[in-house]
């Protein structure tokens, strides 16, 4: 038998079915998922309308370019339509986020003719090489320069420190909330001021949702908050319900000057991704997910800040935008994952001091403070003088 390479220690826990927010190991064991393979899952484990729209795409076609007029194709770009700011009606199919952004950098790049991108300091855009290259995280970069392209890092949430962008950066890229950056949420006066300073400087507005899309801060798309237009919008993660799919959203400018070979992908757009899109969609409109999303967002959080305040001696900070929620704490975090594991609850962390939760629309009150339970229970044992 073939080995798995690990880029990540394994969670010692084998998974033999899941349904909703809710998976059971090998022995039967019933555990709450506030993990979703990293937030992949937020409509939920075998989302009906996802698992429907998959049965039904086997008994035509499963592999075909997007150059092929199809039935699939129609209805995705249909639904997508329904639910995409008005502005951005142009979108291409990639399988990941990180293929996703690859391509927002490589449109940005070839357009404006310059090889500088703008991030932010706890930015994560993904491990390709050019997605890569604008991630803050060094632990990641390590061992990978030069990069196709120069980037400049400047502080998220800092409004002045935009005023160093120039006429030579192409694109500055942005999560309205940084998931793996420790779910530190923008300002509002500070996601509307890049966009200001990259009309001024002439560079592509480019806001990553691969996490935050799709109604899981409790809008469809977390910038509409912000009142602010990208030029190009990357999507992933939730819009398929947890199948492989992701796209890139683009204005009237961009897309008029898209040249034919520019880029392309075998598996992009495939019938069975267009299928879980449209599944998707139509989960998202029919179960009214952002708002939802939002509901059960704030009462996790304010359980939250009731355990984090009940254990100041090791918690630092909850923050949380609808169901993303951080849990910082004065630790490093990966041994209150094991324990939370150990009683049932699926978290993640973000960065190496904060429990990440990232559980699908359809928790219910009685999942939340099972979870939170657990979690008090669990941070109990790294309090000081106990052991």
Known sequence: MASLLKFSTPRGL???RAEGQYVWDSSGRRYIDFHTGHGAAFLGHRNRYVVARLRSQLEYVTCLPPFFDSEILEEALKSLGRILPSHL???FFMNSGSEAVELALKLAR????RK???AFTGAFHGRTMAALSV????KYRQGY??????TIFLPFNNVEALRTLDERVAAV??????????????SREFL???EERCREVGAYFIVDEVQTGFGRTGLVWSHLEYGVRPDILVAGKSIGGGFPVSFVAVSDDVASKVEEGEHGSTHGGNPLALAAVVGGVEALERERVPEAAGRMGGLLASRLKEVAAEAEDVVREVRSKGLMAGVELKSRAAPLVSSLQERCVLALRAGLIVLRFLPPYLITERDVEEAVTVLREALAKFRPGVG
Not at 135 to 138: A, E, F, I, Q, V
């Open 14 to 16: 084998k998974v033999s």
């Open 116 to 118: 500088v991108y703008a």
């Open 173 to 186: 890229i942005v999560e309205p909330v940084q998931g793996e950056g420790g779910i530190h949420i923008a």
């Open 145 to 150: 320069d030069p990069f196709p392209s120069n």
């Open 89 to 91: 009606g142009h979108v």
């Open 110 to 113: 070839k357009r404006s003719r």
């Open 135 to 138: 991630t803050h995280n060094p």
């Open 192 to 194: 509307r001021a890049v």
